[in-house]
């Protein structure tokens, strides 16, 4: 291989990162292996095997039938039975060549496993760790059954691949870690909602769908529309510091205790803004309560002043909120809340989105 080939190879292989951090885990490892793959001419047959509860397990393949190959299950010890593996051993590419397995170091549904494959005798395997830290968290096999050896070059792009797959997995795990626990921490502020104010329970819920339907016929992008998921979620959040004797009074509030419950928006800004990340979910959920007319609260926001997720958010609430019970009234119909919105279509509420509301054809 020239010096040029091998560089339009390498450039082959760092376009199989672009765009990582906008793509799923899963969409990412199966273009990437895909592209090493391509890129390394000894290659018949791949797999790629995931840690996944103390086994490596298979989760893509190449030539393979991956129904067979996903018989296959091994303990950390036995992945590594035939190939070179230490605690300390460095993201490099390894090739080893198999004469014929060991029958003893495996089961006999293994055996007659790599028998089906044809990984049971007289082929080579180039292949390469995924690492976390010190942890092997996955293993790159690239199968040759032609007796040829893996050149230097192909060695060489396995391990840079292995290496930077590494390196963004790595990134990936610490992003749906902390991504994990903040969505732990938006269920837990959530039920201190439900806990706070009885009769919301499950309201939050119905406010997040019914606003990504609303997103999603606006044709807002997945990104938008993922930040408004989690803003719908956490709208009434800022009631946590209303007293509950309020927030569930069976009659009419007076003026001083609806001022109180117009606080909520501004103590919601106050918790989200705790929290790193939220800049977007935390202003959508402060400007929930602006209505479309400047009549609302808690800045008298009107028209494109408002974000258009809040605007979403508010629709979405305030149907809700009308076709569920509550403490000082039961619940209207369906067609009763359908009513009610369309009298403040362009006062209370965006009027583009009372017509798709009204296309959602949602019912109670």
């Known amino acids: 291989m020239s010096t040029h080939e091998l560089k339009v190879k390498y450039e082959k292989l760092v376009a199989s990162f672009v765009d990582s951090e906008t793509t799923t885990r899963r969409e990412f490892i199966e273009k990437s292996f895909n592209a090493v793959f391509d890129l390394i001419d000894e290659a018949e047959k791949g797999s790629f095997y995931e840690l996944q509860d103390d086994f490596y397990?298979?989760?893509?393949?190449i030539g393979y039938d991956f129904e067979t190959l996903k018989k296959l299950k091994f303990s950390a010890k036995d992945a590594f039975i035939d190939f070179e593996s230490t605690d300390d051993q460095l993201i490099d590419s390894y090739e080893v060549h198999i004469k014929k397995r060991e029958d003893a170091a495996f089961s006999l549904d293994t055996i007659a496993t790599f028998k089906a494959l044809g990984t049971y005798e007289n082929f080579r395997s180039l292949y390469a760790p995924v690492k976390l830290g010190k942890?092997?968290?996955?293993?790159?096999?690239?199968?040759?059954?032609?007796?040829?050896?893996?050149?230097?070059?192909?060695?060489?792009?396995?391990?840079?691949?292995?290496?930077?797959y590494s390196n963004i997995f790595t990134l990936k795990y610490y992003k749906d870690l902390s991504d994990q626990k903040l969505e732990n921490v938006v269920k837990v502020l959530i039920k201190a909602i439900e806990l706070k104010d009885e009769y919301t329970s499950g309201h939050a819920n119905?406010?997040?769908?019914?606003?990504?339907?609303?997103?999603?016929?606006?044709?807002?992008?997945?990104e938008r529309i993922i930040t408004l998921s989690t803003a719908a979620l956490l709208h009434d959040v800022g009631k946590i510091g209303i007293s509950t004797e309020i927030l569930n009074k069976p009659n009419r509030l007076t003026e001083l205790e609806f001022n109180q419950i117009?606080?909520?928006?501004?103590?919601?800004?106050?918790?989200?803004?705790?929290i790193d990340g939220f800049d977007e979910i935390?202003?959508?959920?402060?400007?929930?309560?602006?209505?479309?007319?400047?009549?609302?609260?808690?800045?008298?926001?009107k028209h494109n002043e408002i974000p258009i997720e809040s605007q979403i958010i508010q629709l979405a609430d305030a149907y809700d909120?009308?076709?569920?019970?509550?403490?000082?009234?039961?619940?209207?119909?369906?067609?009763?809340?359908?009513?009610?919105?369309?009298?403040?279509?362009?006062?209370?509420?965006?009027?583009d989105l009372v017509d798709l509301l009204l296309d959602l054809r949602l019912e109670a």
């Open 262 to 274: 117009k606080m909520h928006p501004g103590n919601a800004k106050k918790i989200l803004d705790e």
């Open 135 to 164: 942890k092997k968290v996955g293993l790159i096999c690239l199968e040759n059954f032609s007796n040829l050896s893996f050149s230097r070059n192909s060695k060489l792009l396995l391990r840079l691949f292995a290496q930077q």
């Open 321 to 351: 909120a009308m076709t569920s019970d509550r403490s000082y009234r039961k619940k209207f119909t369906h067609q009763e809340a359908i009513r009610l919105i369309i009298a403040q279509r362009g006062k209370q509420f965006n009027p």
């Open 57 to 61: 397990v298979p989760t893509l393949s």
């Open 282 to 301: 935390c202003h959508y959920t402060y400007c929930h309560h602006e209505y479309y007319d400047g009549s609302g609260y808690p800045r008298g926001l």
């Open 206 to 222: 119905r406010v997040q769908e019914i606003s990504v339907m609303l997103a999603g016929a606006m044709g807002l992008s997945t």
